[in-house]
């Protein structure tokens, strides 16, 4: 006989996203994000001195239901982090701390934290409005386009950071190179190598502020070096960004594809399945339109290796033949 699930599991089965979704995570998860949105909203406008005069109360209650709301939310998914799916979670103990170190529940932290600075008494309402609007990372649980960008940086952390590793490589020589050259001209502008490390970043990444400009001739050919040089260097970093990126999108499809054909094998497939399963789709970062087409694609397949009187699945006929 099944157990019934405990409360702790059933809280868990809300936040846990390696778990198949339902209606109370979905309705959870869209709530919490509609009031970030307008947590946010609300910072932007109460800086506006006229606004936050004359809607102060409103911007107050605002604040006090969204800091309660975010607190219960980082506190339930805290106390059911052991029923998460991943072992790691596990201990009663360190499974929750090691869960309240991952960057996500960090970001929910962050998240209550202006509530706490204020009960110690922080008054800068600068810090603690920066702090307010770092709710908008929060956000990043919700969307599955972050979580897929964030799978590119993880799988390219290496080739990212050997670019950006030559980036700084080039922003130091660039700079050094361009304070020799420059300096006796134009002594009050490229007064130091740091200062013309600021010129070489603007110019490689084809900023262009025009506060530094190169005046002597040699300085203006090396200028037009460094600025063909940040093009070629932006063009790298992107095509590496845009390639891992395609590849990680080819990755959740045949992901997707698999559990699907997984799904439907063995047993009978009604039309209403088809909606759950591209719902699957929606959470896996699959477009509409290329879940539909591979719903269609597997569902077809699955009804033709299965008999069309009594449907039930058709023997292989290397099977049929022994």
């Known amino acids: 006989m099944r157990s019934m699930p405990t409360l702790r599991q059933r809280v868990n089965a809300w936040f846990d996203h390696d778990l198949p979704s339902n209606w109370g995570g979905r309705l959870i998860g869209g709530f919490v994000a509609l009031l ?3 947590n946010v909203s609300s910072v ?3 800086s506006v001195e006229s606004l936050r005069e004359r809607h102060f109360a409103t911007f107050w209650w605002i604040e006090q239901i969204s800091t309660a709301v975010f607190t219960v939310e980082y506190l339930l998914r805290v106390w059911s982090a052991p029923d998460r799916i991943s072992a790691r ?3 009663p103990v360190w499974g929750r701390l090691r869960y ?3 960057p996500f529940s960090l970001v929910d932290l962050v998240a209550i934290l202006p509530a706490i600075l ?7 309402l600068r810090v603690l409005r ?3 609007l770092l709710r908008m990372l929060k956000l990043t649980r919700h969307s599955t386009a972050f979580a897929l960008l964030w799978d590119v940086f993880r799988e390219e952390a290496q080739s990212i950071g050997a670019v950006l590793f030559m980036l700084l490589i080039t922003l130091i020589m660039s700079g050094s190179i361009m304070y020799m050259l420059e300096s006796d001209a134009q002594p009050e502008v490229f007064s130091s190598i740091p200062a013309a490390i600021w010129w070489a970043l603007v110019t490689l990444t084809t900023v262009g502020y025009g506060d530094m400009v190169p005046i002597t001739p040699l300085g203006k050919i090396f200028g037009g070096f460094v600025a063909v040089v940040g093009v070629c260097t932006l063009a790298l970093f992107s095509g590496l960004l845009t390639v891992s990126f395609m590849d990680q999108l080819r990755l959740r499809r045949e992901q997707y594809r698999s559990l699907l054909r997984a799904g439907v094998a063995g047993r009978q497939i009604r039309a209403r399945d088809a909606a759950a399963m591209e719902q699957l789709g929606a959470e896996m970062g699959v477009s509409r339109r290329d879940a539909e087409a591979m719903v269609g694609q597997v569902l077809a397949d699955a ?3 299965r008999c069309p009187h009594c449907g039930q699945p058709m023997p292989h006929p290397a099977e049929a033949a022994k």
């Open 303 to 305: 009804a033709a290796d």
């Open 130 to 132: 920066l702090l307010r």
């Open 36 to 38: 970030i949105v307008v």
């Open 100 to 102: 309240a170190s991952q």
């Open 44 to 46: 932007v406008l109460e």
């Open 118 to 124: 204020g009960m110690l008494g922080a008054d800068d």
């Open 89 to 91: 979670f596990r201990a």
